[in-house]
């Protein structure tokens, strides 16, 4: 069982900066997919981004393409944990932020879909004022 637990996340104006992290229990984090997913009120949970870990210093990321340039995710294996850094934010940032992992290495295709991940954090709220 794979445990997720985020922190960071809180109330900033628009154009402030928050930093999410996610901190995961398991013997091989490396191996792990690891995605950020939101949901806003009355909104299906989507996709944010998502990384993994290729080798050395190499990772595979991807995003939403309405946060992509804004936000960037990484990971931190010895550490076990994923970040994401949040710039430039808007009030439509607003929403509960998710940390996901999977414990196989998704395909391109999968890493973006919600019901390829079998483990969940509990969310964190992020609220951006106008």
């Known amino acids: 069982q794979v445990r997720l637990v985020e922190s960071g996340g809180g109330l900033v104006q628009t154009g402030g900066s928050l930093r999410l992290s996610c901190a995961a229990s398991?013997?091989?984090?490396?191996?792990?997919?690891m995605g950020w997913f939101r949901q806003a009120p009355g909104k299906e949970r989507e996709f944010v981004a998502v990384i993994i870990w290729t080798g050395g210093t190499t990772s595979d990321a991807d995003y939403a393409d309405s946060v992509k340039g804004r936000f960037t995710i990484s990971r931190d294996n010895a550490k076990s944990t994923v970040t994401l850094q949040m710039n430039s934010l808007k009030p439509e940032d607003t929403a509960v932020y998710y940390c996901a992992a999977d414990e196989s290495t998704l395909s391109y295709y999968q890493r973006r879909k919600l019901s390829e991940y079998d483990y969940w954090g509990q969310g964190i709220q992020v609220t951006v004022s106008s």
């Open positions: 398991g013997r091989t984090f490396s191996r792990y997919t």
